[in-house]
């Protein structure tokens, strides 16, 4: 692997957190951790969530001399909503955080609700990615009949309230709310029954399970990034995936009950040139516990020298 810097021993790095002001008005709420000389690395949280960053990203990526820059997308709490937004709308405040970062060039990933993020971003900003990775992405929903196939009862019937309109999913969230915000992991385990094969049980204890249950929580503060991001998938995204010109992985497990396997197929077969890890046995959470370093390693080799 070629990297264009050379990584420091590991140590701990605090955790600056940003309120950018966007062109258009609005308010980001954006973390920033590691090495200021190091790569920037944009991660986008999956739905709900925010921009939270766990202990186990940070070692992964700071290991590496990354630069770790996450955010949570309007309408999250600490990011001014944008109504109406569709996928495509998150590309603008991607080159924003780089901007304000000082990268002309970064790479970015991003994990279930966050993959189609990350793709947009790849598609929107093709001068400036230097690679994506999908982990866990969902495909779009429209022209996709089977899209709902496979997935959790707790999705479909979210899913489903989405494509009904704001009104009806805004009071699925609202009921969905307390259980989330009062509640510790055996809790949250329980709440994703339908959702969480027994690969994902297995992670979620210790360190993971304190991490998802944070990234939840601080994602469910304010519903409307949740909300939106729901009505975002179910429509047109603004952009084709089979437009992406940059370096792309998707990460993929055949246990997966909240996004099903075929999502990630559709993805890899679809996306020029995409490196596809479509892996026997890994569920929607284990896959990254797993796979994280590896995943990193990807898309750190496209980082020119220097």
Known sequence: MALGYSPPTYAPWMTERIALDLPDGRVLDVRVSGPTDGPLFIWHHGTPGCGHQGPRQQRVLHERGVRFASYSRAGAAGSTRNPGRAVADVAADMAAIADHLGAERFLTGGQSGGGPHALATGA????????VLAVCSVKPYVGQPDFLDGMGADNVEEFGLAVEGEAPLLAYLERQRPELLDTGVDDVIRALDTLLPDVDRAVLTGEVGSELLESLQGGVQELYGWLDDDLAFTKD???????????????QGDADLMVPF????????????????LEPGEGHLSIQVNNFGDMVDEVLAHVPRR
């Open 124 to 131: 929107l900003l093709p001068d400036r990615v230097l690679a």
């Open 237 to 251: 995204w603004g952009f084709a995936v089979d437009e992406i010109a940059v370096p792309t992985y998707v990460w």
């Open 262 to 277: 075929h999502h990630g197929e559709w993805l890899a077969a679809r996306i020029p040139g995409a490196v596809a890890h």
